[in-house]
């Protein structure tokens, strides 16, 4: 199938993509004379294995789905500074993704989470297929190592669905490399550059008859761009796979995560344009960081049946949390599941159909402590509570192909999700001491759509699709000003959503285009309450509106540039996000803009590769409109563009060198922010100063 080449150094990738040829099965030396043998037939194994098929597989699974998809080869973001999610999904059409500081990032699709300026709402996150949110549906980023995985799956909106989601946003599921899959059996990379960044990152596999295995260990060490934002972070990922027979095979994932973040906190908007390297007075003072140690065991075990697979997976992740911030937030929780996932295609009626259907259930328990804060260090204890979720969920999609190439889409999940909070003294009230509340959330989220392929490498689709987001633990557990905390039992968002685009490649064009329109109620907004960085408070909004146009398309504007039959080439690669979310005669805010994100995303890449292995990729990122950081559309960020360019060689066996510069200009401009009510009447002190200029260097060894 199709896919565009990446806007900032896909061109390599491009090309691997569209020149690559199937490995053949190694010939067979010929028989002697004298011996006459019977035919043998040589059956070469797959690439991949069953617990993870070989890229091109992954691929044509995505491509069938009836809605807007993406799928991203690992390869073509290694030749960069690939530090955050944003250096891996900047490229991708509908795909909002802003740095804050450090690994910590604003990750959106379609408006999910807009108000959440921490951590992770309205997406479903998986590694290898198996969730990694927490069990309340909440989520950081820092386990997710940009340099442990092979593949991306992005599943916006309805179509996360696929894998069980059904949020607004949709699922994003990471893949890991394994012994079949690797680049190299054996890789070793060193990243260095601006604000004191060094990188150290290996990975070792190895396959031995039906038993494989593969280590990924990534070092990290940065200063950071800003005052008071210094990162140390480990992350170790492994997994080892068993062949029982032809169809069956076992596969355990092991995790090991440590991040040390300094926090620098939020400035006004004239602190985060004039002094952007600045921290916090209240950051500095209060010594605020995030120090997280996560591991995470989890086992998927395939099925081959006569007809489709079995997918059983099992999953304990347990994550510490030590958080100075307004107060110390100090945490202990684990999250566990079960799940079953099928999937097949059939022969029905002369009719190609097929199906997928899976049910999970995970729950998680968490203890929350908060203390005062005293210089980063624990003072007296002000809350000893419990947070405990379970959910129960069960989905499919069936896809009948009526005709050769039309295919008509159905599906929908089911979800019970419950809430429970036990505040054990020192939440809601002294007097009151122990509290046991909660919330349970139930919901049927149907999907329907139709799948068309006029021509290979040629698709339109249109769907309709019912989401629900139910609240997290962040949501429904507000800290007041006083400091008193109480459970909010907030409704769940639900939304309608109606996509329509089109996808594909012809000739020396590619493109991937989608309009879609969501009718939102109860969406879940925040707003900052403190400038001294006390969480923000959650409410349900009345009815909303989120429409928009994610668009990416290349084009080879020039083949055999330097001469005939040479095989280098111009890309021209263009990313156009529109965004247009606003309320709907809501009594207070009427239609205003919803603030968090700016209208238009737009980047433009023009890429040179050379056969040979040499690329030069200059790039413009524009936000022609900046966003509303208050919810009265009263302050509004300034546009803003940055230009960057990225050149390395790569030796075709894997390993690389590149240098990646960024925001060249040292543009002072503002990469994200918290969501205020109104800045006329509260402070406006929330705003995420953008990284200036910045170069990095890097070369990876591959053997």
């Known amino acids: ?119 992770l709402r309205g997406l479903e996150l998986l590694q290898d297929g198996i969730p990694v949110n927490l069990a309340d549906g909440s989520g950081d980023f820092y386990q997710l190592d940009p340099l442990a995985f092979r593949s991306i799956e992005v599943f916006k909106g309805g179509n996360g669905l696929a894998y069980g989601s059904s949020t607004l946003g949709g699922a994003i599921n990471f893949v890991s490399p394994t012994a079949y899959t690797a680049v190299a059996p054996n890789m070793v990379r060193l990243d260095s550059g601006s604000f004191g960044m060094v990188r150290l990152n290996g990975q070792v596999s190895r396959a031995f008859g039906d038993f494989d295995a593969l280590g990924n260990l990534t070092l990290t060490h940065s200063d950071g761009y800003r005052d008071h934002s210094r990162q140390q972070a480990l992350q170790f990922n492994a997994n080892a796979g068993y062949r029982i027979n032809e169809n069956v095979e076992t596969r355990f994932y092991v995790g090991a995560y440590f991040v040390a973040q300094q926090l620098p906190g939020t400035l006004t908007l004239s602190q985060a344009l004039n002094e952007p390297t600045m921290a916090a007075p209240a950051a500095v003072s209060g010594n605020q960081s995030r120090e997280t140690w996560t591991e995470r065991v989890a086992n998927r075990t395939t099925v081959v049946l006569d007809t489709g697979k079995l997918d059983f997976d099992t999953w304990f992740i347990h994550k510490k949390l030590f958080h100075p911030i307004f107060q110390v937030i100090d945490q202990d929780g684990i999250t566990y599941g079960v799940g079953a996932r099928y999937t097949a295609s059939f022969d029905l009626g002369g009719f190609r159909d097929d199906v997928i259907a899976g049910a999970r259930f995970f729950g998680g328990n968490n203890t929350a402590l908060q203390f005062v804060n005293i210089g980063g260090s624990r003072g007296a204890q002000t809350l000893n509570s419990r ?63 139709l799948l068309w392929e006029p021509r290979e490498n040629i698709q339109a689709f249109v769907d309709l699709t019912r989401s629900q987001d139910v609240p997290d633990f962040t949501d429904l557990v507000q800290t007041q000003v006083n400091g008193a905390t109480g459970f909010v039992p907030l409704q769940s968002q639900r939304a309608w959503t109606v996509e329509i685009g089109t996808r594909g490649q012809y000739d020396r064009f590619a493109w991937d285009v989608t309009a879609y329109r969501s009718t939102v109620n109860g969406q879940l907004l925040q707003y900052t309450t403190s400038p001294n960085n006390i969480p923000a408070s959650t409410f349900n909004a009345g009815t909303t509106i989120i429409q928009g146009i994610e668009l990416g398309a290349s084009a080879d504007i020039v083949r055999d540039v330097t001469g005939p039959g040479v095989g280098d080439r111009i890309t021209l690669s263009q990313l156009w996000n529109y965004t247009d979310a606003h309320f709907e005669n809501d009594p207070q805010y009427g239609n205003n803009k919803i603030a968090g994100l700016p209208p238009h995303i737009l980047r433009t890449t023009l890429t040179y590769a050379h056969p040979s292995g040499f690329y030069l990729a200059p790039s413009w990122d524009i936000v022609p ?79």
């Open 387 to 449: 947070q405990n979720a379970y959910n129960y969920q069960a989905y499919f999609e069936n896809r009948f192909f009526f005709l050769p190439t039309v295919a008509l889409m159905a599906g929908a999940k089911a979800l019970i999700d419950q809430r429970d909070y036990v505040d054990e003294g020192g939440g809601l009230s002294a007097s009151r001491g122990y509290a046991n509340l909660g919330k349970t959330y139930s919901g049927f989220n149907p999907k329907i759509g």
């Open 1 to 119: 199938m199709y896919r565009i080449a990446p806007a900032a150094s896909g061109a390599l990738s491009l090309v691997a993509l569209l020149f690559a040829r199937p490995a053949h099965a190694q010939a067979l030396p010929p028989a002697t004379p004298t011996i006459e043998l019977p035919p043998v037939t040589v059956t070469a194994r797959p690439a991949g294995s069953l617990t993870v098929p070989g890229l091109e597989l992954q691929r044509e699974a995505i491509d069938q789905t009836a809605g807007s998809v993406e799928w991203i080869n690992s390869e073509s973001y290694k030749n960069s500074y690939s530090n955050t999610l944003r250096d891996v999904l900047k490229n991708t059409p509908g795909v909002y993704v802003q740095n804050r500081y450090g690994q910590e990032i604003r990750l959106s699709i379609r408006g999910s989470g807009i108000g959440r300026s921490f951590h």
């Open 625 to 703: 409109v900046g966003m509303y950081a208050d919810f009265a559309n009263t302050l509004q960020v300034p546009a803003y563009s940055l230009f960057g360019v990225q050149a390395g060689f790569d030796f075709g066996n894997g390993s690389l060198v590149y240098l990646d510069a960024r925001n060249l200009t040292n543009k002072h401009y503002i990469s994200d922010l918290g969501t205020i009510t109104n800045a006329q009447t509260v402070s406006s002190a929330v705003f995420y100063p953008g990284d200036g200029l910045s170069i990095y260097a890097g070369a990876r060894l591959a053997f």
